[in-house]
Nanobody
Framework: QVQLVESGGGLVQAGESLRLSCVAS????????MGWYRQAPAKQRELVATITSGGRTSYEDSVKGRFTISRDNAKNAVYLQMASLKPEDTAVYYC?????????WGQGTQVTVSS
């Protein structure tokens, strides 16, 4: 059992930045990949970024160069630094973790970017 809690969402104007945080608790040992997904209204949930326990990262093309994912294994935390935000980034952002081939999800945090 892994619990993921996100924080850091909010309302910002285009061009501004936000930093999302996610802290895992419970059975956090053996967590390998962590990451972020997002879901906009009337859209499917999409992968934003992932990071392995070894630090290998992957990004969705539309956020590449603007978003940076990082993690602190000692704190069981993963972060998403979002810069140059665009209205199209507006969505609920969900923290993700994989442990022993099983996925876990946070409840989501709303990010709204106004033009």
């Amino acid at each position: 059992q892994v619990q993921l809690v996100e924080s850091g969402g909010g309302l910002v104007q285009a061009g501004e930045s936000l930093r999302l945080s996610c802290v895992a608790s419970g059975s956090t040992f053996s967590i390998d990949t962590m990451g972020w997904y997002r879901q906009a209204p009337a859209k499917q949930r999409e992968l934003v970024a992932t990071i392995t326990s070894g630090g290998r990262t992957s990004y969705e093309d539309s956020v590449k160069g603007r978003f940076t994912i990082s993690r602190d294994n000692a704190k069981n935390a993963v972060y998403l630094q979002m810069a140059s935000l665009k209205p199209e980034d507006t969505a609920v952002y969900y923290c993700y973790a994989k442990r022993v081939y099983r996925p876990y999800w946070g409840q989501g945090t709303q990010v709204t970017v106004s033009s």
